[in-house]
């Protein structure tokens, strides 16, 4: 394997897409100081995509009962950005994407992988949101340290496993009408009743508890993360991620509770639109982990 690459250009290239809920600082360093490409996925209200911006549109939808809809990138678009990263000089891509199990977009990438002229990993992270940001992160920085390319994936697949993602909506029937209840399906009927806490887990969402109240399920939701945080030896090191849509306010008092309760100041990050499309306005989403270490190591040999 060329280590140097063509010119300054690093052999291993990281491509994501929008799930990954990478706060826009972060998104921008990475984009900026590691090349990270991040993949559209396209939301529609009535039809019709909603333009690039602030979600005002997305957060008027849901409050009024619009229809909304997702789709994964086409196959052809992901062809393109994988062939403008060959063209570029990149000898490898890591390309690693929303679970399976909530969308399609893995196998566009399979099929794209299949039809350019460099080899391409395609990563299931069997997560969403920022446990997906945490694996991005962590393979840009395995790229920038000289990593093969099975390092870097290793990293994503690595820090994507260690996370746990939880969130409370307010109702289940924006993800009923999504159809991306999975596990929680048995709890329709009783939707308006319950305010309930899902998770992550095997690539679907699927049911952690039923609350009746929704303060109660808030504060049930912040002790299952402080639990988890206080698990990891601070020596470990720790990290924490709090998702929202259309209550940032609310979301930011949950962080500082979660910084007086742990010590560990959660990153606060808006729900990308394209889980917010299925979860609806007033989700709040934890998602905790082991913080990654400092260095990846020297380089693997392939």
């Known amino acids: 394997?060329?280590?140097s690459g063509r010119g300054s250009v690093p052999p291993v290239a990281v491509v994501t897409d929008a799930a990954a809920g990478?706060?826009?600082?972060l998104r921008a360093s990475l984009e900026t100081e590691h090349g990270l490409i991040v993949l559209d996925l396209p939301v529609t209200v009535d039809g019709v995509p909603l333009p690039p911006g602030p979600p005002t549109a997305l957060?008027?939808?849901?409050?009024s009962g619009r229809p909304v809809a997702t789709s994964r990138p086409s196959p052809g678009a992901v062809e393109a950005v994988y062939r403008r990263l060959a063209e570029a000089g990149h000898d490898h891509i890591v390309s690693i994407h929303l679970s399976?199990?909530?969308s399609g977009t893995v196998d566009s990438a399979r099929w794209a992988a299949g039809r350019v002229p460099v080899p391409v990993s395609v990563i299931d992270s069997g997560t969403a949101g920022m446990a997906l940001g945490y694996a991005v992160r962590d393979a840009c920085a395995a790229a920038a340290a000289g990593a093969t390319p099975g390092a870097v994936a290793a990293a994503a697949r690595r820090t994507s496993e260690r996370h746990r993602v939880r969130f409370y909506v307010p109702s289940?029937?924006?993800?009923?009408?999504?159809?991306?209840v999975g596990g929680a399906a048995a709890w329709i009927g009783g939707v308006l009743a319950i305010k309930p806490l899902l998770q992550i887990a095997d690539g679907v969402v699927v049911p952690v508890e039923r609350i009746r109240a929704a303060a109660r399920a808030v504060r049930r939701l912040e002790a299952l993360a402080a639990a988890d945080l206080a698990a990891a030896p601070p020596s470990a090191g720790r990290e924490c991620a709090?998702?929202?849509?259309?209550?940032?306010?609310?979301?930011e008092e949950l962080a500082e509770r979660l910084t007086e309760l742990?010590?560990?100041r959660p990153v606060v990050s808006r729900?990308?639109?394209v889980l917010a499309a299925h979860v609806g306005l007033g989700v709040l989403g934890v998602v905790t982990g082991p913080a990654a270490s400092p260095s990846p190591g020297p380089p693997d040999r392939d």
């Open 1 to 3: 394997m060329n280590v």
């Open 22 to 25: 990478l706060p826009d600082d």
């Open 59 to 63: 957060e008027l939808a849901l409050a």
């Open 100 to 102: 399976s199990g909530l």
């Open 172 to 180: 289940l029937e924006t993800l009923r009408r999504g159809g991306r």
């Open 242 to 251: 709090v998702h929202h849509f259309g209550n940032v306010a609310e979301a």
């Open 262 to 264: 742990t010590g560990v």
């Open 271 to 273: 729900l990308p639109s």
